[in-house]
């Protein structure tokens, strides 16, 4: 692992606030994590917010404008990812939901909460992304 570490945005995209909301990832077409299911993230640039590069991230990576609705939680564990990189990963809406499409990070793959969950396949800690997505509808909807 480098010395130094990286941060980088994370956008957790729901089509809706339900308690199964269907979900934007990416199948990565790169190293570290080819072939496995992350969010659309990136790296911050030096002069913009983590909140301007998760959204400019979304529309880089799936090329629809997303509404950061809430932070959901950071990674910051050493061993998350081999480069180093700590993600602050934010709950986004989007009115563009279903004109997400794939670029050179990788493919577009939607699926539910559910069908999320019973999956293996995640890059770094995106896995544990959405168990904190689990607790944040739950909370939503415990009433």
């Excluded at 990565?28 to 994590?33: A, D, T």
């Amino acid at each position: 692992m480098p010395e130094k570490r990286f941060l980088a945005g994370d956008a957790v995209i729901l089509d809706s606030i339900t308690k199964n909301p269907r979900i934007i990832f990416i199948k990565r077409n790169e190293e570290p994590f080819k072939g496995m299911l992350a969010f659309p993230g990136g790296l911050l640039e030096k002069e913009e917010s983590i909140e301007e590069c998760t959204i400019r991230e979304a529309r880089e990576e799936v090329g629809i404008e997303v509404e950061i609705v809430s932070l959901l939680r950071v990674g910051s564990s050493p061993k998350r990812d081999p480069r180093g990189v700590v993600a602050v990963a934010f709950v986004c809406l989007s009115k563009e939901f279903e004109k997400a499409r794939g670029g050179e990070e990788g493919e577009v793959i939607i699926l539910s909460l559910e069908e999320a969950l019973k999956r293996d396949d995640f890059a770094a800690d995106h896995k544990e992304h959405l168990f904190y997505l689990k607790r944040w509808v739950d909370s939503i909807f415990s009433n």
